[in-house]
């Protein structure tokens, strides 16, 4: 019992429901061992004044290079349109201008800007592998273990989600700026993929860092390709990510090669199952809705990204009805504020529909507050396989505090104070947060943040001198 730590708030979120007069307890592993609201373990526990604790937020699909990117893209490039094809190029030229070292040094900016928001897990979405002349590194996960240890100096969890890209897109030429990404043959990306893992399992606890797979989307993987990827994925219980119908061009693509749109196509191939995630699916239709539901697939909204990038509006009340789970990811990391990905995944229904609460499952007043939240926590932790994503006995005590005076959710009471958060709660609520029963944010700040971020600005300084 020694090494037992307890924490008793003011609030504490649990069963989808605020309580008060409760103590968490964690045992010496950093799991959940019990909640009590016995008065002598409300005297031991360390006491968080004026908060309220809930569990870490789990972040399902990230590119933590493209944060190298942020506010470097927002300014026309041509006199034409801008689209997310022209951004691309410069997301390209990012990729390309980072050496290892950077790369872990952005992901390390990245990671720490997640857990200052209440972010315990993510998914990292790597698709960095080789040089940027698409030279293989002696080690060919290099650039994936170096992510993970970017990961581990932070302390956030990881599932590196080691991405297959194969071509540029179907009968398209190669284009120079994915040649980091390539791997020709599919037995490499198996092999590679499972020295990753080997890597893994030698150096990190297996709820702290592990391998999935992502083909990166129908456009950059072949059929072949991607059926063996998944087969075997699904053989070793792995979990697969993709890229689907972020954008009508890959729709266009997918059908005048197979006769069929991007999930209809997995659908067809039994690529869908409950291990899969489908990031983006923006532009589907009820059939394709239909075969996710089926398979018991979900769906990662990037709402933040989708915006930035002028993708469009991913119909989730329709996917919501049929049973689709949704979570969350912060995506290109122009922003990475899952909260806000919560509320704007509502938001663009009520522009779209002219009509407000339209993703609440019922009428209780904290219901869409509660099902927005639960896809930030429970559904993006199953999703990537991560450990938490609910403060329950038994998983990890990955959990943030918010500062109930926070001038951005003050009043909240214990009533509203769920929709005050996913509604309104600024980033400077979230002062304290614990992974694993650690605090790794204390009043706000990481122990490394002072170097994390005088490093990203070097990176950053040199980066962008050409512009
Ligand atoms: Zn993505």
Not at 113 to 121: F, K, N, Q, V, Y
Not at 163 to 173: K, L, N, Q
């Amino acid at each position: 019992m020694n090494a037992e730590t307890g924490w008793l708030p003011d609030f504490l979120y649990r069963n989808g429901l605020f309580e008060t007069g409760i103590a968490m307890f964690a045992d010496e592993n950093g799991r959940i061992s019990r909640f009590s609201s016995a008065p002598q373990d409300l005297e031991t526990a360390q006491r968080l004044h004026r908060c309220a604790i809930l569990p870490g937020m789990v972040n399902a699909h990230s590119h933590s290079f493209q944060r190298a990117i942020r506010g470097r893209t927002e300014h026309r490039t041509n006199l034409g349109r801008d689209t997310f094809w022209t951004w691309r190029e410069a997301m390209y030229h990012a990729a390309n201008s980072l050496s290892p070292e950077d790369i872990r040094v952005v992901a390390r900016m990245a990671f720490l800007e997640m857990l200052s928001s209440g972010i315990t897990a993510v998914g990292e979405f790597h698709y960095l592998h080789h040089a940027p002349d698409g030279a293989f590194y002696e080690n060919p996960n290099l650039l994936g273990e170096l992510v993970m240890q970017a990961a581990r100096e932070t302390g956030i969890r990881i599932a590196l989600q080691r991405t297959a890209y194969v071509r540029a897109g179907w009968r398209m030429d190669p284009n120079p700026g994915q040649a980091r990404f390539i791997t020709p043959r599919v037995e490499d990306f198996i092999a590679d993929t499972e020295a990753l893992r080997t890597t893994a399992a030698r150096l990190y606890l297996s709820d702290s860092a592990w391998v999935t797979v992502a083909p990166h989307s129908v456009r950059a993987v072949p059929l072949d390709y991607l059926r063996e990827v998944a087969f075997w994925a699904r053989g070793e219980g792995m979990k697969v990510h993709m890229h689907v119908s972020e954008q009508p061009a890959e729709i266009e693509a997918c059908e005048a090669e197979y006769g069929a749109r991007p999930i209809e196509l997995l659908d067809r191939n039994e690529l869908l199952n409950d291990g899969f995630t489908g990031i983006h699916a923006i532009h589907i239709t009820p059939d394709e809705i239909e075969f996710l539901a089926k398979a018991g697939a979900r769906i990662c909204a990037c709402p933040t990204t989708e915006r930035n990038l002028g993708d469009g509006i991913g119909p989730a009340d329709l996917w919501t009805k049929k049973g689709v789970p949704t979570c969350y990811g912060s995506d290109s990391n122009m922003q990475i504020d899952l909260l806000e990905d919560a509320r704007q995944l509502e938001y663009h229904l009520r522009l779209k529909r002219i009509e407000r609460v339209v993703l609440a499952p019922d009428l209780n007043r904290e219901g869409l507050a509660a099902s927005l939240f639960a896809h930030a926590t429970q559904s993006g932790a199953e999703s990537i396989g991560a450990p938490g994503g609910a403060l329950e006995e038994g998983r990890p005590a990955d959990f943030f505090a918010v500062d109930l005076d926070d001038l951005s959710i003050a009043g909240a009471g214990q009533s509203a104070l769920l929709t005050n958060i996913v509604f309104s709660a600024a980033r400077s609520a979230v002062k304290d947060v614990w992974v694993a029963g650690k605090p790794l944010i204390a009043a706000g700040r990481h122990n490394l943040q002072e170097e994390i971020v005088r490093q990203f600005d070097d990176v950053q300084r040199r980066l962008w001198t050409w512009q």
